[in-house]
C-alpha cells in the first residue's frame, strides 16, 4: 500500500509511505510545484491513499499578502481523487 500526505502550498511539505508485509517506510521533503507539476506527481505515484490538509479561510476581511496557492493544489488533488466518468 502506497500512501501519500501532503500539505499543499507555495512550499509543498509531502510524505510517501509504503507498507509492505507489515513495514512501512516513509520518505518526506518540500517541493515547489506547480499545478501540472502536482498533477504529474501524483500519477506517477499512484498512490492508493491522499491526506491532504485542507484550508479554511478564517478572516472576513481580506489581509495584504494573503496567498491562496494552497486552495489551488488542494483543487488538484480533489480533481485527482475523483472518479472518472
Same mark, same amino acid.
Not at 518540500?30 to 501524483?42: I, N, P
Given at each position: 500500500?502506497?500512501?501519500?500526505?501532503?500539505?499543499?502550498?507555495?512550499?509543498?511539505?509531502?510524505?510517501?509511505?509504503?507498507?509492505?508485509?507489515?513495514?512501512?517506510?516513509?520518505?518526506?521533503?518540500?517541493?515547489?510545484? /506547480?499545478? $501540472?507539476?502536482?498533477?504529474?506527481? &501524483?500519477?506517477?505515484? !499512484?498512490?492508493?491513499? #491522499? @491526506?491532504?490538509?485542507?484550508?479554511?479561510?478564517?478572516? /472576513?476581511? $481580506?489581509?495584504?499578502?494573503?496567498? &491562496?496557492?494552497?486552495? !489551488?493544489?488542494?483543487? #488538484? @488533488?480533489?480533481?485527482?481523487?475523483?472518479?472518472?466518468?
Amino acid at each position: 500500500m502506497k500512501i501519500v500526505a501532503l500539505d499543499p502550498g507555495v512550499t509543498t511539505g509531502y510524505a510517501v509511505g509504503h507498507i509492505d508485509d507489515g513495514l512501512m517506510t516513509v520518505r518526506a521533503g518540500q517541493e515547489v510545484w /506547480s499545478h $501540472q507539476e502536482l498533477w504529474a506527481q &501524483l500519477h506517477m505515484a !499512484e498512490p492508493d491513499a #491522499i @491526506v491532504c490538509e485542507s484550508f479554511e479561510y478564517r478572516n /472576513s476581511k $481580506q489581509r495584504a499578502g494573503l496567498v &491562496l496557492y494552497s486552495c !489551488e493544489l488542494i483543487g #488538484i @488533488v480533489h480533481l485527482f481523487c475523483s472518479p472518472s466518468y
